[in-house]
């Protein structure tokens, strides 16, 4: 815990503007580029149902088998993060934010509070967001420690024993993607989506490094720019504007490409807005604020996934 750093506001002396500001960062994107799933406690089993083929010529005989419908599933688990911060209100009384402080001493008099809390709460997704995808759960020291991101259960799926025993996911064979051969990597993972959900529609997941490739390739082989349509949605050139690419913050520098529906890939949180959320406790001059919110990730069916061998 530590109060807030004010050693560069104490020296700070002339003409200052009476308002703060933030350097531009990535909210929760992830929230948006995937489907969310509210009012999770603890685990929801997201139930799948397969039935199978059986169609043949008519005959009396009635030729049902045990196995027409078949149930299983996957897990959408939450866990719990916080965040805690303390603050000392005294501190702002020795730089320029005495100003705009009330008279008397006021333990909770922070300077710029709503301002303060909300700049909070955006770094706070901005933390989640940039940490999300690779999570692997372990000691819960920090997000990338808490659960298992979207990432790691795709590559937890890939793993040799999963595919060896049918429940994983065998990639699409890409090597490495350059400027010279994404438009090719990319329409390649397209086409190797089943005829039903091309038919259907479903969107290319990537990071903005794949993104820049791609239009580098593109613009190369067709003389422009890739350009989204009037509303800011890219779409992949002959499909119709059935299949987006979806350019992600929250993939980083990843050479991934994952192929699939927006709502096979889940958020699960307790209630949205969890994160703007603070609870508040006074201890003499010292005010503790502490966010507390449910968060994980989840793929609905692997059977509706492709992804290609980068990671």
Same mark, same amino acid.
């Given at each position: 815990?530590?109060?807030?750093?004010?050693?560069? #506001?104490? @020296?700070? @002396?002339?003409?200052?503007?009476?308002? #703060?500001?933030?350097t531009l960062r990535n909210a929760l994107d992830i929230s948006t580029d995937i489907t969310v799933v509210p009012g999770i406690k603890n685990t929801l089993k997201l139930t799948k149902l397969t039935v199978r083929d059986g169609v043949r010529g008519y005959r009396e005989a009635f030729d049902a088998a045990d196995n027409d419908l078949e149930y299983s599933g996957r897990d959408l688990? /939450?866990?719990?993060l916080k965040r805690d911060m303390m603050i000392n209100p005294l501190k702002y009384r020795n730089s320029w934010m005495s100003q705009v402080m009330q008279d008397g001493v006021n333990p909770s008099d922070i300077p710029f509070a709503a301002y303060v809390s909300e700049q909070s709460a955006i770094k706070i997704a901005q933390e989640i967001n940039d940490n999300a995808y690779l999570a692997?759960?372990?000691?819960?020291?920090?997000?990338?420690?808490?659960? *298992?991101? #979207?990432?790691?259960?795709?590559a937890a799926a890939i793993a040799s024993e999963t595919v060896k025993a049918g429940t994983g996911l065998?990639? /699409?064979?890409?090597? @490495?993607i350059t400027s010279s051969n994404?438009?090719?990597?990319?329409?390649?993972?397209?086409?190797?989506?089943?005829?039903?959900?091309?038919?259907a529609g479903f969107n290319l997941y990537c990071s903005y490094d794949l993104f820049d490739k791609y239009n580098d *390739?593109?613009?190369?082989?067709?003389?422009?720019?890739?350009?989204?349509n009037e509303d800011g949605v890219y779409y992949i050139d002959t499909t119709s504007r059935k299949i987006q690419l979806v350019p992600c913050t929250w993939m980083g520098s990843s050479q991934r490409i994952i192929a699939t529906p927006k709502d096979n890939l889940l958020c699960g949180v307790d209630a949205l807005g969890d994160m703007d959320k603070?609870?508040?406790?006074?201890? #003499?001059?010292?005010?503790k604020w502490r966010w507390i919110f449910a968060l994980g990730f989840a793929i609905r069916d692997l059977d509706a996934i492709k992804v290609n061998d980068q990671a």
């Amino acid at each position: 815990m530590a109060t807030p750093d004010t050693s560069a #506001l104490a @020296a700070y @002396a002339g003409a200052h503007e009476q308002k #703060l500001f933030s350097t531009l960062r990535n909210a929760l994107d992830i929230s948006t580029d995937i489907t969310v799933v509210p009012g999770i406690k603890n685990t929801l089993k997201l139930t799948k149902l397969t039935v199978r083929d059986g169609v043949r010529g008519y005959r009396e005989a009635f030729d049902a088998a045990d196995n027409d419908l078949e149930y299983s599933g996957r897990d959408l688990s /939450v866990e719990l993060l916080k965040r805690d911060m303390m603050i000392n209100p005294l501190k702002y009384r020795n730089s320029w934010m005495s100003q705009v402080m009330q008279d008397g001493v006021n333990p909770s008099d922070i300077p710029f509070a709503a301002y303060v809390s909300e700049q909070s709460a955006i770094k706070i997704a901005q933390e989640i967001n940039d940490n999300a995808y690779l999570a692997k759960k372990g000691d819960s020291s920090s997000v990338a420690t808490t659960f *298992d991101g #979207l990432g790691t259960q795709i590559a937890a799926a890939i793993a040799s024993e999963t595919v060896k025993a049918g429940t994983g996911l065998v990639p /699409v064979t890409t090597g @490495a993607i350059t400027s010279s051969n994404a438009v090719h990597t990319f329409e390649k993972m397209t086409k190797a989506m089943p005829i039903a959900f091309r038919r259907a529609g479903f969107n290319l997941y990537c990071s903005y490094d794949l993104f820049d490739k791609y239009n580098d *390739d593109y613009r190369e082989k067709y003389r422009k720019n890739y350009e989204s349509n009037e509303d800011g949605v890219y779409y992949i050139d002959t499909t119709s504007r059935k299949i987006q690419l979806v350019p992600c913050t929250w993939m980083g520098s990843s050479q991934r490409i994952i192929a699939t529906p927006k709502d096979n890939l889940l958020c699960g949180v307790d209630a949205l807005g969890d994160m703007d959320k603070i609870h508040t406790d006074i201890e #003499l001059e010292i005010v503790k604020w502490r966010w507390i919110f449910a968060l994980g990730f989840a793929i609905r069916d692997l059977d509706a996934i492709k992804v290609n061998d980068q990671a």
